[in-house]
């Protein structure tokens, strides 16, 4: 028996160092351009320098990110297609949608990369500096302010929900299927808020074409030092951040498993890696397999209750 359990052990350890011998994707359920997006692709340049293989991103944005996270839970079992993926697609969204797949079984956790604020944003068309200015403008207009999201059933969906039952005001959902999309239409006035994740948003705010107005954190983000927290600001209990993470199809040797989980550690260690992510005011994710795999599904368990407590639907 215990020479059974050592060649298993030795097979395991031959099959993480033979890996990978082909091209791997990294499938990103977010259209090009948002914070999935950059992060995937930070993280294909890094893996493809130190495991000597293309690492190829691909984006299947819609419905609510799950599209991509389908196509990995349904590929084959050996590492070769990976996800990025949010707390918008494995915790929030498969309580608001029908999946062909289970989350919690048919995608396997490898490790959190990084965990980011949400920030109130707005565009050129509101006049609010502040939060009170912007309570006051959404009352004094005669029809609701238009929210833009990545998505229905999206971390940005549930803070605008949450902030709207704080300070009891009716906001119009917009979903886009991106961040990037969505700014388009912000900063041209089709919408006038969004609560988007830091991660998608501080280029266009140090580029001063969107403001932000707070982060949703209980403590202010160091990238974004002169912004309140919306609890500074007067709202009270409508804190989000969205965490970004490393999967694969569920089902995949434990040993290649590790082998990504390594390799993520080493590139999360990199102080270029570390540096971009500061800008994206992010923390970098220190969790191990196992850690992550529970906090995946205490999330996605915690998303739940708060969805039935809310009453909160697809459109």
């Given at each position: 028996m215990i020479r059974g359990l050592l060649l298993m052990l030795m097979c395991g350890a031959a099959l993480a160092q033979s890996y990978p011998t082909k091209p791997v994707r990294i499938m990103v359920g977010a259209s090009a351009g948002g914070g999935t997006d950059i992060i995937a692709r930070m993280l294909a340049d890094k893996f493809a320098e130190s495991m000597k293989q293309p690492f190829v991103v691909e984006n299947r944005p819609g419905a609510s990110n799950t599209i991509a996270a389908d196509i990995t839970?349904?590929?084959?079992?050996?590492?070769?297609?990976?996800?990025?993926?949010?707390?918008?697609?494995?915790?929030?969204?498969?309580?608001?949608?029908?999946?062909d797949y289970d989350p919690l079984k048919d995608v396997q956790p490898v490790g959190l990369i990084v965990v980011v604020p949400n920030v109130l944003i707005v565009g050129p068309a509101v006049k609010a500096?502040?939060?009170?200015?912007?309570?006051?403008?959404?009352?004094?207009?005669?029809?609701?302010?238009?929210?833009?999201?990545?998505?229905?059933g999206s971390t940005q969906h549930m803070a605008a929900e949450a902030f709207a039952k704080a300070t009891g005001t009716k906001l119009i959902h917009v979903p886009y299927k991106g961040s990037s999309q969505a700014h388009v239409d912000l900063i041209s006035g089709q919408v006038e808020m969004m609560f988007?994740?830091?991660?998608?948003?501080?280029?266009?705010?140090?580029?001063?074409?969107?403001?932000?107005?707070?982060?949703?954190?209980?403590?202010?983000?160091p990238e974004l030092q002169d912004v309140p927290t919306l609890a500074e600001a007067g709202v009270q209990g409508a804190e989000m951040s969205t965490w970004y993470g490393l999967f694969t199809t569920g089902g995949t040797p434990p040993a290649i498993v590790e082998r990504l989980h390594g390799e993520l550690q080493k590139a999360l260690a990199l102080p270029?890696?570390?540096?971009?992510?500061?800008?994206?005011?992010?923390?970098?994710?220190?969790?191990s397999v196992r850690e992550f795999t529970?906090?995946?599904?205490?999330?996605?368990?915690?998303?739940?209750?708060?969805?039935?407590?809310?009453?909160?639907?697809i459109d």
């Open positions: 839970a349904k590929a084959s079992k050996d590492g070769y297609t990976i996800l990025v993926a949010t707390n918008t697609a494995q915790a929030i969204a498969p309580h608001l949608i029908k999946l500096k502040t939060v009170r200015e912007l309570l006051t403008e959404m009352r004094s207009v005669s029809a609701p302010m238009r929210y833009a999201t990545a998505g229905t988007d994740t830091t991660s998608s948003a501080m280029g266009q705010i140090k580029a001063g074409r969107l403001r932000p107005l707070a982060v949703t954190t209980a403590k202010r983000s270029d890696v570390r540096g971009r992510l500061a800008a994206l005011a992010g923390e970098p994710g220190v969790l529970e906090m995946n599904r205490a999330d996605y368990e915690r998303s739940g209750r708060l969805i039935r407590e809310a009453e909160i639907k």
